[in-house]
Nanobody, 126 residues
Framework: QVQLVESGGGLVQPGGSLRLSCAAS????????IGWFRQAPGKERKGVSS????????YYARSVKGRFTISRDNAKNTMYLQMNSLKPEDTAVYYC???????????????????WGQGTQVTVSS
């Protein structure tokens, strides 16, 4: 059974850090392009970061560039999103995603992904 299971969300103060994890099962994550998306209440789901299966240079949305880092550990079949210098506007449900159809680093469309995690809430507030 193909599955992506996320963890690591929570409540953090502005300026703080969180690391989201997304464990894959039923397929080898190393052969897939991966991405992170987020969805704030009442808004559409938007891409945050992505990287192709060849693990070239990752792509970041302008709003998170310099603060977030996408990575993967193929041995653990897990992907990560390290989030630093968090701001209240980063508050959202965060989703991980994977796809065999991604051939470039920039893959910010939800239609480009085959598998999705269930989402984890990140709240940035004092």
């Amino acid at each position: 059974q193909v599955q992506l299971v996320e963890s690591g969300g929570g409540l953090v103060q502005p300026g703080g850090s969180l690391r989201l994890s997304c464990a894959a099962s039923g397929f080898r994550l190393g052969y897939y392009g991966i991405g992170w998306f987020r969805q704030a209440p009442g808004k559409e789901r938007k891409g945050v970061s992505s990287i192709s299966s060849s693990d070239g240079s990752p792509y970041y949305a302008r709003s998170v560039k310099g603060r977030f880092t996408i990575s993967r550990d193929n041995a653990k079949n897990t992907m990560y999103l390290q989030m630093n210098s968090l701001k209240p506007e980063d508050t959202a449900v965060y989703y991980c995603a994977a796809s065999t159809r991604i051939t470039t680093a920039q893959a910010m469309g939800t239609y480009e992904y085959d598998y999705w995690g269930q989402g984890t809430q990140v709240t940035v507030s004092s």
